[in-house]
């Protein structure tokens, strides 16, 4: 099976019949549904997260986490050669205590949460995709008169030069 390619998570948590319950549960997100995740967020998946946590909007960190476990959820096939997944399964397991007992250590634990993006995302596959959905632009090329013109303060000129946004022309 190997960790690159889903997690494996065991939840150690009480049933409905009072029963302490140690269970294994699959994740893993596809260069697909990775794709589709970085195309759903403005900027991308990691850029709008950032924005979420530096507005301290809570409500949105728990709908975003709620919807990568829940993307991210399935079952291997036997043969090893699919990772099932759809909405009777993903609604199953979100009525379970082991969905919540995950959720609650993921939005209360950061390096909870850490470990279950870096073991759901394989290594180097967030790169790819959010290169698939962001290319690099072309710099845009101005004068110092010109970028003056637009309002653009020093500052903010020179962290666009450095980060590469802007090329500074001879005027």
Request: net charge negative; glycine share 8%.
């Amino acid at each position: 099976m190997g960790g690159y390619l889903m997690l494996k998570k065991t939840i150690t948590y009480t049933d409905f019949n009072g029963e302490e319950v140690k269970e294994d549960f699959f994740f893993h997100l596809s260069k697909a549904e990775l794709v589709e995740l970085e195309m759903s967020h403005d900027g991308g998946l990691s850029a709008a997260m950032q924005r979420i946590v530096d507005t301290d909007d809570r409500a949105a960190i728990i709908q975003e986490f709620k919807k990568i476990i829940l993307l991210s959820y399935g079952k291997k096939s036997s043969d090893g050669r699919r990772f099932i997944k759809n909405a009777a399964m993903r609604e199953e397991f979100e009525s379970t205590e082991a969905y919540s007992t995950l959720f609650m250590e993921l939005v209360t634990v950061t390096d909870s949460a850490i470990e279950f993006m870096n073991g759901i995302i394989p290594a180097g596959m967030a790169e790819e995709a959010a290169e698939v959905v962001t290319p690099t632009p072309e710099p845009r090329t101005l004068t110092v008169a010109q970028a003056s013109e637009l309002g653009i303060s020093g500052a903010e000129l020179t962290n666009k030069i450095v980060s590469g946004e802007i090329v500074i022309a001879d005027e």
